[in-house]
């Protein structure tokens, strides 16, 4: 089991800027970023494979990045021209590559993100 620690959660206005961090306990070699709302499942905004390909969701296309470290303990997502609509809990999690997709296996315990507008 990996351990992760999400930070960089915070208040932000609306057209501001949020850089998220996940520490692991442990090399990690796919990750995602999810995103809950109250009464809503996760849903995943952002993805990088093992080999650094990355994906996101639409709505935050062009303005999200994920991105690691060389160690590849730490993965970051830089939340640019936010929106009151990215509003929620992140968290990060392992993904793990099963053949023809991509399984989740530990998460975090989240950091909250709030947009004003």
């Known amino acids: 089991q990996v351990h992760l620690v999400e930070s960089g959660g915070g208040l932000v206005q609306a057209g501001g800027s949020l850089r998220l961090s996940c520490a692991a306990s442990?090399?990690?070699?796919?990750m995602g970023w999810y995103r809950q709302t109250p009464g809503n499942q996760r849903q995943l905004i952002a993805h990088i494979t093992t080999g650094g390909g990355t994906n996101y969701e639409d709505s935050v296309e062009g303005r999200f990045t994920i991105s690691r470290d060389s160690a590849r303990k730490t993965v970051y997502l830089q939340m640019n021209n936010l929106k009151p609509e990215n509003t929620g809990v992140y968290f990060c999690a392992t993904r793990e590559w099963r053949g023809s997709f991509y399984s989740t296996g530990d998460w975090g315990k989240g950091t909250q993100v709030t947009v004003s507008s």
């Open positions: 442990a090399r990690i070699d796919a």
